[in-house]
């Protein structure tokens, strides 16, 4: 059974603050990995993916990848009110020319303060 | 303006009933896949469609059933034999080797 874990929340920061989220994964075979925020009452939406070690950057966010760890993290630089949300992890095993199954994480609610 | 709707938006279902979700795309995407979100869950995979006419089961498929007569369609009924069928119903899709994307969602509520 392949399993994604997320560091347990609700996770509080002040606004300005960085945020970071965990997520570890069982399957070594995995490939691709994806940070979806989820605002309560709505559908996920894909805000970062990374398939190789190391940090990738997209404005305030950083996803870092660490493949001999089983871990991959997202870091939210100058959090906001509007960051307030859930974020899943989610993990396949697909690659660049095949269609992937994703398996998700259980969520970390993250809560930005003024 | 491209995307993926789902219909409805809200939908209660009587004991013994069947009642199905309807999910488009005009992505042009191959895949598309069907999830249910529980209250503060992740998402479990119910079924998936990599290509017309061909589907497999995911994680949680029993007491559901889908179809793909369309690249553009994949609809999901939720019949009577899921038992604990309350749940946020979310479809997905994706081009190949492509990150997923998702509809608005379906919020379906046993009466």
């Known amino acids: 059974q392949k399993e994604v874990e997320q560091n347990s929340g609700p996770l509080s920061v002040p606004e300005g603050a960085i945020a970071s989220l965990n997520c570890t994964y069982s399957?070594?075979?995995?490939?691709?990995f994806f940070w979806y925020r989820q605002y309560s009452g709505k559908s996920p939406e894909l805000i970062m993916f990374?398939?190789?070690?190391g940090d990738k950057e997209d404005g305030r966010f950083t996803a870092q990848l660490n493949k001999a760890s089983q871990y991959v993290s997202l870091l939210i630089r100058d959090s906001q009110p509007s960051d307030s949300a859930t974020y899943l992890c989610a993990v396949t095993d697909a690659g660049g020319t095949s269609y992937g199954k994703l398996t998700f994480g259980q969520g970390t609610i993250l809560t930005v303060h003024p | 303006d491209g995307g993926i709707t789902q219909s409805p938006k809200y939908l209660f279902r009587k004991e013994g009933q069947n009642v199905t979700l309807s999910c488009e795309q005009n992505l042009n995407h191959d895949a598309m896949y069907w999830y249910r979100q529980d209250p503060g869950q992740g998402l479990r995979l119910i079924y998936y469609?990599?290509?017309?006419?061909?589907?497999q089961k995911g994680d949680i498929a029993e007491g559901y059933s889908v179809s793909r007569e369309k690249k553009e369609s994949f609809p999901l009924t939720v019949t009577s034999a899921q038992k604990n069928p309350t749940a946020f119903y979310l479809c997905a899709s994706s081009a190949q080797g492509g990150e997923q994307f998702f509809g608005p969602g379906t919020r379906l509520t046993v009466l």
């Open positions: 399957d070594r075979g995995s490939q691709s």
């Open positions: 469609s990599q290509i017309v006419n061909d589907f």
């Open positions: 990374i398939y190789s070690n």
